[in-house]
């Protein structure tokens, strides 16, 4: 039995750091990205920082694509039907790109709107509208990309994103250094060349995507150009059947974290500024716990494949006790480094010793979200959907929305207000998903969904 469990360790890692290295790497970029903001001023911090919950917003609608896919995907691995997981990413290629055309326009047509909704203020308007409207333009680069990503994924070829996203990454930094200030011979656009950069970067790794899949025999993915096309509407209805709650989801959870972002602007530039440099460096904390989400969708979900139940559940007990390790890790160098990780960003001592605050009371909230994104990823694997949506409508429409509201507006108790109510909404998060994970229920959801499998 020991062996068993050692091998299964080694699967479980093997999937997982290359996703934990991809996502870690992407959000330390966004870090550097954000610092390269920074220097500029605290006003265009802010700037960047309203747009991030409307952008993500607009991305939504992909979460149904996306979770879909990588469910499919490893169900169809799982039961040893490569054809039909290759036919599955082709339909999911093609969809995404027309859904990114249309979120692409969107976000294009309704910028200035949309950054005066979130509460800029006049120092903010200008350089907010710029930025969302050239990111929204590449959306669709990135739309494309996250369905191949989710196929890749799902198929528990993790190292392969993890090379083209980090490489994107590194050449967005690059970007950022010559266009935000004008180096090597480039124009100087501040927060403007960070949007540029950005959306380059997607391009690019959108490219390198669909290098992957179409012109290279590189993952079990491979599609031959050659075939016909044609959409297949069972597939379809089979991908949002399962993605759609985590779609909803989405809704609810961006809109929720919009409308927490508009009540944190609010208290103004400074400490919205403050705010956006907690949760650019929180995504440290995500990250990990994202990718343990990730290895439990796709050994979850290739286990009920196979129809080993009790294999799913032994992955799925061994991959939230990783992630919640590696979270308290995490929540202690926050407590020790806090206020050293807020002056990477800003110059500005009050901004960074209110962003130091921040950072402690996100350190308690750290077994909360690791339970909470581990045990989704357990749920999503097994199809099993509708409870991280239950989860996001207790978790931050009261905690995030109201009871941020109240403890800001009402108690005038700031931004630490503010962030506590986000420690309450992800132990209200992570009691939902766990408990229904306790039940066992979820390792017969697929069973609701059984020809997934058949051609």
Same mark, same amino acid.
Request: with cysteine; hydrophobic share 55%; proline share 2%.
């Given at each position: 039995?020991?062996?068993?469990?050692?091998?299964?360790?080694?699967?479980?890692?093997?999937?997982?750091?290359?996703?934990?290295?991809?996502?870690?790497?992407?959000?330390?970029?966004?870090?550097?990205?954000?610092?390269?903001?920074?220097?500029?001023?605290?006003?265009?911090?802010?700037?960047?920082?309203?747009?991030?919950?409307?952008?993500?917003?607009?991305?939504?609608?992909?979460?149904?694509?996306?979770?879909?896919?990588?469910?499919?995907?490893?169900?169809?691995?799982?039961?040893?039907?490569?054809?039909?997981?290759?036919?599955?990413?082709?339909?999911?290629?093609?969809?995404?790109?027309?859904?990114?055309?249309?979120?692409?326009?969107?976000?294009?047509?309704?910028?200035?709107?949309?950054?005066?909704?979130?509460?800029?203020? +006049?120092?903010?308007?200008?350089?907010?509208?710029?930025?969302?409207?050239?990111?929204?333009?590449?959306?669709?680069? #990135?739309?494309?990309?996250?369905?191949?990503?989710?196929?890749?994924?799902?198929?528990?070829?993790?190292?392969?994103?993890?090379?083209?996203?980090?490489?994107?990454?590194?050449?967005?930094?690059?970007?950022?250094?010559?266009?935000?200030?004008?180096?090597? @011979?480039?124009?100087?656009?501040?927060?403007?060349?960070?949007?540029?950069?950005?959306?380059?970067?997607?391009?690019?790794?959108?490219?390198?995507?669909?290098?992957?899949?179409?012109?290279?025999?590189?993952?079990?993915?491979?599609?031959?150009?050659?075939?016909?096309?044609?959409?297949?509407?069972?597939?379809?209805?089979?991908?949002?059947?399962?993605?759609?709650?985590?779609?909803?989801?989405?809704?609810?959870?961006?809109?929720?974290?919009?409308?927490?972002?508009?009540?944190?602007?609010?208290?103004?530039?400074?400490?919205? +500024?403050?705010?956006?440099? @907690?949760?650019?460096?929180?995504?440290?904390?995500?990250?990990?716990?994202?990718?343990?989400?990730?290895?439990?969708?796709?050994?979850?979900?290739?286990?009920?494949?196979?129809?080993?139940?009790?294999? +799913?559940?032994?992955?799925?007990?061994?991959?939230?006790?990783?992630?919640?390790?590696?979270?308290?890790?995490? @929540?202690?160098?926050?407590?020790?480094?806090?206020?050293?990780?807020?002056?990477?960003?800003?110059?500005?001592?009050?901004?960074?010793? /209110?962003?130091?605050?921040?950072?402690?009371?996100?350190?308690?909230?750290?077994?909360?979200?690791?339970?909470?994104?581990?045990?989704?990823?357990?749920?999503?694997?097994?199809?099993?959907?509708?409870?991280?949506?239950?989860?996001?409508?207790?978790?931050?429409?009261?905690?995030?929305?109201?009871?941020?509201?109240?403890?800001?507006?009402?108690?005038?108790?700031?931004?630490?207000?503010?962030?506590?109510?986000?420690?309450?909404? #992800?132990?209200?998060?992570?009691?939902?998903?766990?408990?229904?994970?306790?039940?066992?229920?979820?390792?017969?959801?697929?069973?609701?969904? /059984?020809? +997934?499998?058949?051609?």
């Amino acid at each position: 039995m020991s062996k068993e469990l050692n091998a299964m360790r080694r699967e479980a890692i093997s999937i997982t750091w290359p996703a934990f290295v991809e996502l870690v790497m992407s959000t330390l970029f966004g870090m550097v990205d954000m610092i390269m903001v920074g220097k500029l001023s605290s006003a265009a911090i802010a700037a960047v920082g309203l747009t991030n919950q409307p952008f993500m917003l607009l991305l939504a609608i992909f979460s149904a694509v996306n979770v879909g896919t990588s469910t499919l995907v490893a169900w169809n691995i799982g039961a040893g039907n490569k054809e039909k997981a290759k036919f599955i990413t082709r339909q999911i290629v093609v969809m995404n790109a027309i859904l990114g055309i249309i979120m692409s326009t969107i976000g294009i047509v309704f910028s200035h709107q949309i950054v005066v909704f979130m509460g800029a203020e +006049a120092d903010t308007i200008r350089d907010a509208t710029i930025y969302f409207q050239i990111v929204s333009a590449g959306l669709v680069f #990135q739309a494309i990309n996250l369905g191949i990503t989710a196929a890749l994924r799902g198929a528990g070829e993790t190292k392969i994103p993890m090379f083209y996203n980090i490489g994107s990454n590194l050449l967005n930094v690059l970007g950022n250094y010559m266009l935000i200030y004008g180096k090597l @011979g480039m124009p100087k656009m501040g927060v403007a060349g960070a949007a540029l950069s950005t959306t380059i970067s997607r391009w690019v790794a959108c490219f390198f995507g669909l290098g992957i899949i179409y012109f290279s025999n590189l993952s079990v993915i491979s599609i031959d150009l050659k075939d016909r096309f044609r959409f297949d509407t069972d597939i379809m209805k089979k991908v949002f059947s399962i993605g759609l709650p985590s779609a909803l989801e989405q809704f609810v959870l961006q809109s929720g974290l919009m409308l927490f972002a508009r009540t944190v602007s609010s208290l103004g530039t400074i400490k919205f +500024a403050a705010h956006q440099i @907690g949760l650019n460096i929180c995504g440290l904390t995500f990250s990990p716990s994202m990718a343990f989400g990730v290895a439990a969708t796709t050994l979850v979900g290739q286990s009920l494949g196979a129809k080993d139940e009790e294999k +799913a559940k032994k992955y799925a007990d061994m991959i939230h006790h990783m992630a919640v390790l590696v979270a308290c890790i995490m @929540g202690a160098v926050f407590i020790l480094f806090s206020y050293q990780l807020a002056c990477l960003y800003t110059d500005d001592a009050t901004v960074a010793a /209110a962003a130091s605050i921040i950072l402690k009371i996100m350190a308690l909230a750290q077994p909360g979200q690791s339970t909470q994104l581990s045990v989704a990823g357990v749920l999503r694997g097994a199809g099993d959907t509708l409870y991280p949506l239950y989860a996001s409508i207790f978790g931050i429409w009261i905690f995030r929305v109201f009871v941020a509201y109240v403890f800001v507006s009402v108690f005038h108790w700031g931004l630490i207000g503010a962030w506590v109510a986000l420690v309450f909404d #992800q132990y209200t998060r992570a009691a939902v998903v766990y408990f229904r994970y306790r039940s066992g229920k979820w390792k017969y959801a697929k069973i609701c969904t /059984a020809d +997934a499998v058949e051609m």
